[in-house]
C-alpha cells in the first residue's frame, strides 16, 4: 500500500534516512552560532554531527553549585578525551 500511495505523487515512501533527517531537524535547529572565538559555526552541521556532546548551561554569578556542577563536566571531559 505505501508504495503504491507512494507512486501517486502525494508522499515519498519514508527511509531510515528521511526518518532520522526529520527528527533530526525538528530537534536540532541547524542554526548559525558564534563560537569562543568569534568564528560563526552551525549548530548540527559544525557542532553536533558525528561527535559526542554535552550542553552545559552554567549561570556566571553563581556560589553553591556551580562550581562542583563545573568540576564534574571537567573530569567527564577529560575522561571521554582518553
Known amino acids: 500500500m505505501s508504495n503504491l500511495i507512494g507512486t ?6 519514508s527511509t ?7 527528527i533530526r531537524e525538528a530537534r536540532m535547529p541547524n542554526e548559525t552560532l558564534v ?3 568569534g ?6 552541521d559544525d557542532v553536533m554531527k558525528g561527535n ?7 549561570y556566571t554569578v553563581c556560589s553553591e553549585s556551580c562550581t562542583p556542577a ?3 563536566l571537567l573530569k567527564a571531559r577529560r575522561l571521554l578525551s582518553r
Open 8 to 13: 501517486t505523487g502525494r508522499w515519498a515512501p
Open 16 to 22: 531510515p534516512e528521511t526518518v532520522n533527517a526529520k
Open 35 to 37: 563560537d569562543h572565538t
Open 39 to 44: 568564528r560563526p559555526v552551525r549548530f548540527y
Open 52 to 58: 559526542c556532546v554535552v550542553i552545559s548551561v552554567v
Open 70 to 72: 563545573m568540576r564534574n
